[in-house]
């Protein structure tokens, strides 16, 4: 298991469960990864007035035409059951004084199928279950501070392990290896290649970019879910994590406005505020356009005190670090870089196209979200489709392969040089960010070929990590130019109407001559 957030813990122990050994591998510590974060919550069917197909048709609807009804069948069905298998496994959720659980509501959704814990804090509490249970069971090994660098294959093509850049103490080891009869990625999100997002620095599409050179096909990389609502920290804030400010809040009530005050989502969508994500995303931009404004407002005032310190400890404590009392003060906010829909392919079993090779989680593109990931979706995606790779894993798996050129494929002959990372992040914010068009995504793709002209002979993990943004990075500027039309969180000034023309997927794979390719496949 290559990451230790939701995805890859529970994948971990659904495959303990089938009576597998198992290596967990993590690039920081187990803490570390993106499921922390998360503060709205998990999404799943537990009112009884509520209907996983009501769920699914939230989904389908966010995702703009693009999802895959069978995966989202999948997702809204399992979904309360796995959610239950958390709280087996000793997740708390906030839960009402007779016992039952609290749910809310968030943007998109018609219903309250949403379960949060401390408030604000959900993340964390799944972390800190999932966390303990790894630790309970002896026949999990976790690896930390160890960097995944490329898919070690058999003779026959088949996944065989994976190389990886291990630290040590205070030194850097160098590269070893963990030999296995399947790999399951895990790892999380690409929101590093933006220079504003809500992914915590770990985040540089490790996962993503090692399928890609392992010639595993990579789907929907052009629709990255930019959060309406992150924390503005000003002009002067340094590149990378922004503190997120939850749907949620939105969710209990908080409003949005313009500098001059106006809630501008009312009449703008039916459900105001609590619009899909894009939506909101898209409007609170046009309003600093047209203001020359780098952020609006979230007014949360009117909730009051005891309830916003009870509802959103966590939001608050964070605020007021940068002087922000969303008790007496407009928050400012503006859209960061949050959640990639697309990622690497695979079926309703997790499985990738490259045979013993599953993905699950961010890093994986299983057909639920579509164009635009539904509100507190993900975490759920993480629950499902983990127990159902656990259960592809207590199928009959082939014997340990002997893997073919263990020495990284020569991979570090071309790893790009960590200084120009920042660089990198800055022109895919300026022309791949939440407005596109083909004269912008164009300039950002001749700064790419530029920028990964900097090559270092030093293959040490801030290199590593760079050379992945940059193959993700020109994967996703590919297919954003590829697309030519707004769909979900793909949104092109040039051509701001979906068209039907445009109803299918992008496949992005690299050849064996490491050329990039782009197509395109019609639902």
């Not at 309360?80 to 959704?109: Q, V, W, Y």
């Not at 030093?458 to 954003?480: C, F, G, I, Q, Y």
Request: glycine letters at 12%.
């Amino acid at each position: 298991m290559i990451g230790s957030g939701v995805a890859g813990l529970c994948a971990a122990l659904h495959a303990r469960e089938a009576g597998l050994s198992v290596v967990v591998v993590t690039k920081v510590n187990i803490d570390d990864g993106s499921t922390r974060w998360a503060q709205g919550g998990i999404a799943a069917v537990l009112d009884p007035l509520d209907t996983p197909a009501a769920h699914a048709r939230d989904t389908l609807v966010a995702g703009v035409g693009l999802c895959d009804p069978a995966a989202v069948d999948v997702l809204t069905r399992e979904g309360p059951a796995r959610l239950h298998e958390l709280i087996a496994a000793g997740a708390e959720f906030d839960r009402h004084s007779d016992g039952s659980l609290m749910l809310t509501r968030e943007g998109g959704h018609h219903a309250n199928r949403i379960v949060h814990a401390g408030g604000d804090a959900t993340g964390a509490e799944v972390q800190r279950a999932l966390h303990a249970a790894i630790h309970r069971d002896d026949g999990i090994r976790l690896i930390e501070h160890a960097l995944v660098l490329d898919l070690l294959t058999g003779a026959d093509g088949r996944a065989a392990g994976v190389s990886l850049h291990v630290l040590g103490e205070g030194s850097e080891d160098g590269v070893g290896a963990v030999l296995a009869r399947a790999v399951v990625l895990a790892t999380g999100g690409l929101g590093q290649v933006f220079a504003s997002t809500t992914n915590p620095a770990v985040s540089t599409g490790d996962g993503v970019a090692l399928a890609l050179r392992a010639g595993a096909v990579v789907t929907d990389l052009e629709f990255v879910q930019f959060h309406p609502t992150a924390l503005y920290l000003g002009a002067n804030a340094p590149a990378g994590q922004q503190p997120l400010v939850s749907e949620a809040m939105r969710g209990e009530g908080a409003y949005l406005r313009n500098g001059a005050g106006e809630r501008f989502m009312v009449g703008r969508h039916e459900l105001a505020e609590l619009a899909p994500r894009d939506v909101v995303a898209k409007n609170i931009t046009r309003e600093m356009l047209s203001a020359g404004a780098e952020h609006v407002w979230l007014d949360a005032r009117h909730l009051g005190a005891d309830f916003l310190e009870h509802r959103f400890p966590s939001i608050l404590a964070r605020a007021r670090q940068a002087g922000i009392d969303p008790v007496t003060d407009l928050v400012p906010v503006a859209p960061a870089a949050h959640y990639a829909s697309g990622g690497v392919r695979t079926d309703l079993r997790g499985r990738t196209s490259v045979p013993g090779l599953y993905a699950c989680g961010e890093v994986a593109c299983t057909g639920v979200h579509g164009a635009n990931r539904l509100a507190s979706n993900s975490l759920l995606e993480g629950l499902v489709f983990a127990g159902r790779i656990g259960a592809d894993l207590a199928r009959d798996l082939p014997p340990q392969a002997e893997p073919v050129d263990v020495d990284g494929n020569g991979l570090e002959h071309y790893v790009v040089s960590s200084t120009v990372r920042e660089d990198l992040q800055h022109a895919m914010v300026r022309g791949a960010g939440v407005l596109r068009s083909a004269a912008s995504l164009r300039s950002t793709s001749d700064a790419l070929v530029q920028l990964g002209g900097k090559r270092s002979i030093d293959p040490r993990p801030v290199n590593w990590e760079v050379t992945n943004l940059h193959t993700v990075a020109t994967a996703l500027v590919a297919a954003a130019s590829m697309r030519e039309e707004t769909r979900g969180c793909h949104w092109r000034e040039d051509f701001p109407d979906a068209s039907d023309e445009w109803r299918g997927h992008l496949l992005a794979a690299i050849a064996p001559d490491g050329a990039l390719t782009e197509t395109y496949e019609a639902m």
